[in-house]
């Protein structure tokens, strides 16, 4: 499993309440990323970390965002959590060099009521 | 803009047929195709990375080829068992450079939902 842990694996919140969502790995992999998984949709990338303090957009980043303030951990908050962002959200990492396979945690069901 | 196609959304085998699992995508610039499975409740493992570059990759029962020209990847898994059971999905991976690269991001298809029957 890479080592990658996600907290909480279950969170059920109102709309309108802050969320933040955590990654953590334990083998200091330089590239972390945050996806969310929908019916109709498959995975979709939210944000990435390319090192501690750097990172960037993917593609449907709008209403999350992230902080990196230590290499093993990588942080998706939800300011104000809406229904639309009820997903299941995973995290994954990427070892610099060597293949470009990512692997994945094992998930956060989030549900926004 | 990559687009990522998996059809059928699920299929249903008999325990020992050979299983044939179809990815599309509409932009053949592409980086490297990755299969992953997913079983019900868990995350994604990775099964098969293709570079560009490559035509085919196998590991075991699994067999996994591109063909970058016609956008078309096939997963091929011999002699199904009930434990093959699960979603598989299909992402394709372009590569960005520079400094702040994703190194490879990923662009997933929907997934085939795969059940083999004892």
């Known amino acids: 499993d890479a080592g990658i842990t996600q907290s909480p694996r279950h969170k059920v919140t109102e709309t309108g309440t802050p969320v933040t969502l955590r990654c953590h790995q334990t083998e200091n992999h330089r590239y972390m990323y945050w996806y969310r998984q929908d019916p109709g949709h498959g995975l979709r990338l939210i944000h990435y970390s390319y090192g501690v303090k750097d990172t960037d957009k993917g593609e449907v980043s709008d209403g999350y965002s992230v902080s990196r303030s230590k290499t093993e951990d990588f942080l998706l908050t939800l300011e104000s959590a809406t229904s639309s962002q009820t997903s299941v959200y995973f995290c994954a990492i990427r070892p610099a060099g060597g293949a470009d396979t990512q692997y994945f945690g094992p998930g956060t069901r989030l549900t926004v009521l | ?118």
């Open chain 2, 1 to 118: 803009k990559q687009e990522v196609t998996q059809i059928p959304a699920a299929l249903s085998v008999p325990e020992g047929e050979n299983l044939v699992l179809n990815c599309s995508f509409t932009d053949s610039a592409i980086y490297n195709l990755q299969w992953f499975r997913q079983d019900p409740g868990k995350g994604l493992t990775s099964l098969l990375l293709i570079q560009s570059s490559q035509r085919e990759q196998t590991s075991g029962r699994l067999n996994a080829s591109l063909d970058k020209s016609s956008g078309r990847s096939t997963l091929y898994i011999a002699a199904s068992q009930p434990g093959d059971s699960a979603t598989y999905l299909c992402a394709v991976g372009a590569f960005t450079g520079g400094i702040k690269a994703a190194g490879n991001k990923l662009t997933f298809g929907g997934g085939t939902r795969v059940l083999v029957k004892p």
